[in-house]
């Protein structure tokens, strides 16, 4: 971005894309923007609700390998 807003992108083919802050104003109201794609994944916290929860295996992950477990064995 610049000072006055502008944000700079690049397509794949290389492409340098120029977005300019009143186009990207317009666009927050636009319904195109507040629907989300058809084939999103649900990633918990990023495009879904976090989960109150870890999953299990993560949680106890870290339990197995942890420093207090080589110390006390």
Do not use: W
């Not at 700079?8 to 120029?18: A, E, W």
């Not at 802050?21 to 109201?29: G, H, T």
Request: hydrophobic share 20%.
């Amino acid at each position: 971005t610049t000072p006055g807003g502008t944000l700079f992108s690049t397509t794949p083919g290389g492409t340098r894309i120029i977005y300019d802050r009143k186009f990207l104003m317009e666009c927050r109201n636009s319904p195109v923007t507040k629907t989300p794609p058809k084939d999103l994944p649900a990633i918990p916290g990023v495009t879904s609700p976090s989960s109150d929860e870890p999953p299990t295996e993560a949680s106890q992950s870290h339990l197995r390998n942890s420093p207090e477990d080589k110390r006390a064995g």
